[in-house]
């Protein structure tokens, strides 16, 4: 259920938790970390408990020294999970590296759309391994400890942008908190998804990197996120294309953060949030 984003006081200073930009994390969000990582135009994004360590996607492959290295800094010695929403090179492209460099326990993936060398590192890495990608071909929970994660698996219909519609969809909640992971989701796989759910959510990974979709206004209308997150750079997508999204974004009050600003992270308690960049 949406909450009402708490005013806390803290060291004789209002902040409006999850609706200002903050320069330092305060301890009271400890929970629970979230980091969206300046990878360009891709998603690798760290979720970080007491009770887990997982990623989101993993960037590109020119990009995976720097993204280890971050993990690393980050306190990251082994990972619970890697779900990879598809097969695009700006998802998967640093897989079968975080693979070669920590200890990984599953690898969970939408079904297989393509072809690319970046798919065949990966595959050679989880043959090395004896391990193999976990194919979500319908929707499923998975739990650790108090966070939650909905995966929404894709249908195997689509014939217009086959790749980016094949995306996961993921809702991480954690106490009073959600945050609605949407891979590369373009039109028909949003409009899917909002056809068999029903959920609001605090923030939302804007599908796509921010590329314009007609879709994209009843996605804002039915999660009615106060937060919104672009994995964008300073290139791609061009700005014409991009000031469409943050127009639909702001007409519904989303305090926006890009990727293109620099690393994104945001803290929890079960009760609030706050973001950070």
Same mark, same amino acid.
């Given at each position: 259920m949406k909450k009402v984003l708490s005013i806390l006081l803290m060291m004789s200073i209002i902040l409006f938790v999850g609706c200002t930009k903050m320069n330092t994390s305060s301890k009271e969000y400890t929970d629970v970390t979230v980091t969206v990582f300046e990878a360009g135009k891709a998603d690798a994004i760290l979720i970080q408990s007491d009770d887990c360590t997982i990623m989101i996607d993993t960037g590109l492959d020119e990009k995976a020294d720097t993204l280890i290295d971050e993990l690393k800094e980050n306190g990251v010695s082994k990972i619970d999970a890697i779900f990879l929403t598809h097969f695009d090179k700006d998802h998967v492209g640093g897989a079968d590296r975080i693979l070669s460099a920590f200890a990984v326990e599953h690898v969970y993936t939408t079904y297989l759309t393509k072809e690319s060398t970046d798919i065949d590192q990966l595959t050679s890495v989880? =043959?090395?391994?004896?391990?193999?990608?976990?194919?979500?071909?319908?929707?499923?929970?998975? &739990?650790?400890? +108090?966070?939650?994660? =909905?995966?929404?698996?894709?249908? $195997? @219909?689509?014939?217009?942008?086959?790749?980016?519609?094949?995306?996961?969809?993921?809702?991480?909640?954690? #106490?009073?908190?959600?945050? %609605?992971? &949407? #891979? $590369?989701?373009?039109? $028909?796989?949003? *409009? +899917?998804?909002?056809?068999? @759910? $029903?959920?609001?959510? +605090?923030?939302?990974?804007? /599908?796509?990197? #921010?590329?314009?979709? *007609? *879709?994209?206004?009843?996605?804002?209308?039915?999660? %009615? /996120? +106060?937060?919104? %997150?672009? @994995?964008n750079s300073d290139t791609e997508p061009e700005e014409e294309d991009i000031e469409k999204t943050r127009d639909v974004l702001t007409d519904y009050d989303c305090l926006i953060y890009e990727t293109k600003d620099g690393i994104i992270r945001i803290n929890m308690n079960e009760n609030a949030y706050e973001v950070v960049q």
């Open positions: 989880l =043959d090395e391994q004896n391990k193999q990608m976990e194919v979500l071909h319908a929707d499923q929970t998975f &739990t650790y400890g +108090d966070l939650q994660l =909905d995966v929404y698996a894709a249908s $195997d @219909t689509y014939s217009n942008n086959i790749s980016n519609n094949s995306s996961l969809i993921i809702c991480m909640s954690y #106490g009073m908190n959600s945050i %609605l992971f &949407t #891979g $590369d989701a373009q039109n $028909d796989r949003i *409009k +899917d998804f909002l056809d068999q @759910t $029903d959920l609001t959510v +605090d923030i939302l990974k804007v /599908p796509y990197h #921010g590329h314009y979709q *007609k *879709k994209l206004i009843k996605l804002v209308e039915a999660v %009615l /996120p +106060d937060v919104c %997150l672009i @994995t």
